[in-house]
């Protein structure tokens, strides 16, 4: 089992954010609300592997480019990549090799913070 469950990626504009990544990823966020945190859910499955998570607005959350990068797995990160900056983000490191781990890239979000992709090629 993987250890991690959750991840959380702050947002200044939680409504901003949402079109930012279902235009990227071609997925729907949900919208939920537990007590003074305002969230849109990323899509999963109970019991699957992986993790699931939100993007988030409350109070101590801010976007950032310091501190931990979560990577979505994509099938083609330069197409990926290519919807990112029509949505507000940027390309902050294109697709390099990472040996027989397949590629990576990282790109920043709307919301300023910096995340990655990965594919196996």
Do not use: C
Request: charged share 20%.
């Amino acid at each position: 089992m993987n250890p991690v469950t959750w991840f959380e990626i702050a947002a200044n504009d939680l409504a901003r954010g949402k079109a930012f990544y279902e235009h990227v990823f071609g997925f729907s966020l949900t919208h939920m609300e537990m007590g003074p945190s305002k969230m849109e859910m990323f899509p999963m499955e109970q019991n699957a592997s992986g993790s699931g998570g939100a993007l988030i607005q409350t109070e101590g959350h801010t976007p950032s480019h310091e501190g931990t990068v979560i990577y979505f797995s994509v099938d083609d990160i330069e197409a990926t990549l290519a919807k990112v900056e029509p949505k507000g983000g940027r390309t902050l490191q294109p697709k390099t090799s990472i040996g027989e781990f397949g590629f990576i890239a990282l790109f920043e979000d709307s919301e300023g913070n910096r995340l990655g992709l990965h594919s196996q090629s």
